[in-house]
């Protein structure tokens, strides 16, 4: 390649020029003229949510109405029309859930006080669904979504056409440039800013990191694509962090969580403290930013571009050093740098073990991995209540009618990608907690209790792995192996989980874990935490480089937080010596570890 292209990579999507383009631009074949109302641009959500976690898969942001059985308040906001006139209204949604039975996230739109006769949220698959024709006045109209089921109903966009049947894409990376050029984006100019290291992922591991670079003085970005910060953690998704601190007590503190039951609203409490102490640093903070791509120059990253999910601008991080806490691997992915998904043969590293067999590591490699948990919790009320039946819900729950969840309300299959198929992987369990709400419901011992919080934010336990110089996995930890290149350290069992599917149980939403004790303490090597093939790009968190039984143990939170402390104090020596980090393991190794806080 002419060392003056870039590649630039959004959304999966490679192109090659000379000079990166900050936005896509429309396919010319689609519909131009209509006015295009965006998800995010609904000025009152109501009790609306924008539900950000699938842009890549099915191409925006979107509303839902997560009610958990009962209505949410009217989304509304206003758009202008330039001439009063007859439009035709397409809206772009789905029927998540389509089967023998009313579809769940049923909603209307309201031009103008108007209810609309089309039902939305009706057709099978992310599409735009015709609502017929309206009037629209010169001026501002009011537009509002109206719930009518309380089950997750979902909107993406509207578009207001002057012709009856206008081409609109449906591909992600088609509607990506159509939405940029429809609102005008693709004219701006694009925000830049130049960083000593951008840290993508705003989880406890992304936090860490940013934390430790902070420390030393670095401009640090931080890219974080929810509201708020703390990944797993968060009070989004409420799972408490373990594992022990190491030598990154200082920082952790400032992040972590107390040992409260996941689910709990406790989270609330550590979500304040985390925040708080984020605001009082140095960082630039980019919550509400997702990353969806970025340009190489030669093999290097040279910058990240990242969209804010309320208004739709891309902002463009340049530095020399990038650190991928996305849990998912993106930077890695989208820079080509090598990657696993799914389990090693057992023969591979090593990993068997005897008395659990294919349950713990596969005589072949497969696509198994841990699944994504959606937690919630009931309270007892003063009033007796019922919910909903939902026929949608029955073919996934069976008998099962608890009243409150916990982490094993897991969900993988091989079939389906985690990241890919996360959105009807995260419905999946949804489903299954309704549906079993459902049953609980049926007994009057549980006339009192309600549903008091469902989390909307899948918790995602496992999915790409970034290959660095070095894969860790299980004997590094059983063996308790000594690195000279140290930086981590932990002493929890490994605890690899599967789904009960696998020994027969009818329900396919439940996961058990499997514990292989490790007496002491074990240490993972700074050269897990750098790509292999990306010599400015560090990994840190559960997409760091290792195998599936590997990941078993250090993927609790603590855990991951000191590996993005190491790879933030790295991130500092990189700039003190001008080098990549696998030169800083290489030669100055004892500073890093100094730096960590061993003697
Ligand atoms: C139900 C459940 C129970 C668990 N139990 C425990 C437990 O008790 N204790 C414990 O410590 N661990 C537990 N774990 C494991 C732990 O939560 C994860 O391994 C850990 O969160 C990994 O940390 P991370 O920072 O790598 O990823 P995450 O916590 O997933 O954080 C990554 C962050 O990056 C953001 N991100 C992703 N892509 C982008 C992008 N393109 N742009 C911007 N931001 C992006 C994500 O939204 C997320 O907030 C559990 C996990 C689950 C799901």
């Keep these: 390649m002419n060392r003056r292209e870039f590649i630039r990579i959004i959304g999966g999507v490679s192109v090659l020029s000379a000079v990166a383009p900050a936005y896509a631009f429309s396919n010319p074949a689609f519909s131009q003229d209509g006015i295009l109302l965006e998800a995010a641009s609904f000025a009152d959500k109501g009790g609306w949510v924008l539900d950000t976690q699938f842009y890549q898969q099915m191409g925006g942001c979107f509303l839902l109405a997560h009610g958990m059985g009962k209505t949410v308040q009217n989304a509304m906001t206003k758009i202008k029309a330039e001439k009063a006139g007859k439009y035709f209204i397409h809206v772009r949604t789905r029927d998540w859930c389509p089967g023998n039975w009313a579809a769940p996230g049923q909603f209307k739109v309201i031009v103008n006080d108007s209810v609309l006769e089309t039902t939305f949220g009706t057709e099978a698959g992310w599409a735009w669904q015709n609502g017929g024709s309206l009037s629209l006045k010169a001026g501002e109209n009011k537009i509002e979504l109206q719930d009518l089921t309380g089950f997750e109903g979902r909107m993406d966009a509207i578009y207001f056409s002057k012709e009856a049947n206008p081409v609109l894409p449906s591909a992600p990376k088609d509607l990506f440039g159509w939405k940029d050029q429809l609102s005008g984006r693709s004219s701006l100019k694009v925000n830049e800013d130049h960083y000593d290291v951008v840290i993508v992922g705003g989880g406890i591991t992304g936090c860490g990191a940013a934390l430790a670079a902070d420390a030393q003085g670095l401009k640090v970005a931080l890219i974080q694509d929810r509201p708020l910060f703390g990944g797993n953690a968060s009070e989004e998704v409420r799972v408490h962090t373990l594992g022990v601190h190491g030598k990154g007590g200082d920082i952790l503190k400032k992040i972590d969580t107390k040992h409260w039951p996941n689910g709990h609203a406790k989270a609330k409490i550590d979500q304040i403290k985390r925040e708080r102490n984020l605001k009082n640093s140095n960082i630039h903070l980019f919550p509400n930013h997702l990353a969806i791509g970025l340009e190489k120059k030669d093999k290097k990253i040279a910058s990240v571009e990242a969209r804010n999910s309320n208004t739709g601008i891309i902002s463009r991080f340049n530095a020399p050093q990038f650190i991928d806490c996305t849990g998912d691997g993106w930077l890695g992915f989208w820079g080509g740098a090598e990657f696993r998904y799914g389990r090693e043969a057992h023969s591979e590293f090593n990993e068997e073990w005897s008395k659990h067999g294919d349950l713990w590591s596969p005589e072949k490699a497969d696509n198994k991995v841990m699944g994504t948990s959606v937690l919630w919790n009931s309270q007892k009320s003063s009033k007796p209540s019922s919910f909903p039946k939902m026929p949608w819900a029955m073919p996934v729950v069976g008998k099962k009618a608890n009243i ?196």
């Excluded at 949804?430 to 459902?438: D, K, S, V």
């Excluded at 970034?466 to 605890?495: C, N, T, W």
């Excluded at 240490?523 to 195998?547: E, H, Q, V, W």
């Excluded at 855990?559 to 500092?572: L, V």
């Design 404 to 599: 409150k969840g916990e982490w094993f309300w897991e969900y993988s299959d091989d079939k389906l990608n985690q990241i890919d198929d996360a959105e009807q992987i995260r419905d999946h369990v949804l489903r299954a907690i309704y549906g079993n709400f459902y049953n609980a419901k049926k007994s009057p011992k549980n006339a009192l209790i309600e549903l008091k919080w469902v989390a909307y934010v899948g918790g995602r336990r496992e999915s790409r792995r970034i290959i660095g110089d070095y894969i860790y996995s299980m004997h590094d930890a059983a063996k308790k192996r000594q690195f000279p290149d140290a930086v981590v350290e932990e002493k929890r069992e490994l605890d690899a989980h599967y789904q009960r599917k696998e020994k027969g149980d009818s329900q396919d939403y439940l996961s058990k874990a499997l514990f292989y004790k490790v007496h002491g303490l074990y240490y993972i090597p700074f050269r897990s935490l750098y790509s292999k093939d990306i010599p400015n790009l560090m990994i840190a968190g559960r997409c760091f480089s290792c195998t599936h039984i590997g990941l078993s143990g250090p993927r609790v939170m603590n855990t991951c937080g000191q590996m993005g402390i190491a790879t933030g104090y790295a991130a500092a020596l990189c700039k003190k010596y001008s080098q990549e980090p696998r030169s800083i393991g290489q030669k100055h190794i004892k500073e890093l570890r100094k730096l960590i806080g061993y003697s």
